[in-house]
DNA sequence: ATGGGGCTTCCCATAATGGGAAGGTCAAGC
DNA sequence: GCTTGACCTTCCCATTATGGGAAGCCCCAT
């Protein structure tokens, strides 16, 4: 199966495919004339591949989490710590930006929002420290 | 006032005062010997860039933020607007940034975490479509 | 054999920030 | 006057994940 393909079937853009390649992540065969060749077993990394991004993990945790997934000793422990770390970093974020848009939001509530140059937003932006 | 003494008053590094000064947000004037100079209302400048980026405003939203708060006969609809278009943004990656977290949060509730290999988790990752 | 579509690699761009090198400048102390 | 250390300048590179696009090779159908 050559790489559109295996875009196709696994719903990553052929680009990212050899992207992924470069960063390690699947090592697909290679045709006599330079093709790339994939077997059904890497159409599963892939897939894998777009899961765990789609779940915004970062392709360092995907290296890992491959490795586990290939792993057959592996423990459920460790699967579990990267995933509760990367919930833990996604959930900061979160709130992080959540707090922001209520800070911005407050203060655009208090903006007449209308031809008149008074706002509460510069106001703020403009403070002091 | 030279570039150390603007960001140790502006709370930004030296590095992003430039930076910025390359994106057009700000240009102070140059003395003989090529160093920049900055004013006061420089200054003033520079901490609007920095409570504007404390709220993840992104750096074109800066600048219109900036000519806004520059033009005196400004209409506070325009300022509102900007930061409720930010506001939208931020809530929506928030969100999606949650739901995800959410997901993976089920998902670990039932990993054992323990030596074992069986782990929803990685059975998620692997799942077809 | 020719054309179209697919494949290859390589370079570039994004957004915001930082690291670091090479070299010019200034002020203080001797 | 000279050295030293702190500061300034510009320029290049790296980060993260993704996409755009060019130049050139390959394969298959007409």
């Known amino acids: 199966m050559n790489i ?3 875009a196709r079937g696994s719903g990553l853009s052929a680009k990212m495919i050899r992207h992924y390649e470069a960063e390690g992540l699947i090592t697909p ?3 006599g004339n330079g093709y790339r060749d994939y077997a059904e077993a890497d159409l599963a990394v892939l897939r894998f591949i777009r ?3 789609a779940l915004a ?3 360092e945790d995907v290296r890992r989490l491959l490795a586990l997934w290939r792993d057959r000793g592996r423990a459920s422990a460790d699967v579990r710590r990267i995933a509760l770390d990367h919930v ?5 974020k ?3 930006m959540q ?4 800070s911005l939001r407050h203060l655009a509530k208090h903006c007449h929002g209308d031809a008149r140059p008074d706002c509460p937003i510069l ?3 403009e403070k002091l420290p």
């Open 51 to 53: 899961h765990a991004r």
């Open 99 to 102: 707090a922001m848009a209520h």
């Open 4 to 6: 559109g393909e295996a």
């Open 123 to 125: 106001d703020e932006l």
């Open 94 to 96: 979160a709130e992080a």
């Open 29 to 31: 065969r290679r045709l």
């Open 57 to 59: 993990f970062p392709l």
């Open 88 to 92: 833990a970093a996604l959930e900061a």
